[in-house]
């Protein structure tokens, strides 16, 4: 044993160089995975709030409709016809020379 240094720091062992599971990929405590759960929880999160909006909306309509078949029920507006007609009737429908869109699809040219 002898006389020590006094400068000279004690030897110490290190064994091991930390918890090894922190380099496993599956292991829940990662930087990685921490960051992809937390990416999951948010998305789930957004998901959440678009459907609450949607529901939102689609309430909003329906109360709308409700109101307005009350008012029609009434006689205070006029009540409205939906059919798509606007869709088939029209310029676009005929084209700007009047023999419709079909000829230039089968190949006719344009005058």
Known sequence: ??????RRKPHR?????????????????TLKNIEKVYLRERK????????AQKMKEIE???QMKELQELHEASGRIKKKQERLDWIYGGPAAEGENGRGSRGVFVGQEED
């Open 1 to 6: 044993m002898g006389i020590e240094n006094p």
């Open 13 to 29: 062992i290190k064994m091991g160089g930390g918890d090894l599971n922190l380099k496993k990929s599956w292991h829940p405590q």
């Open 44 to 51: 789930a999160e957004d998901e959440k709030k678009k459907i």
């Open 60 to 62: 909003e309509q329906r």
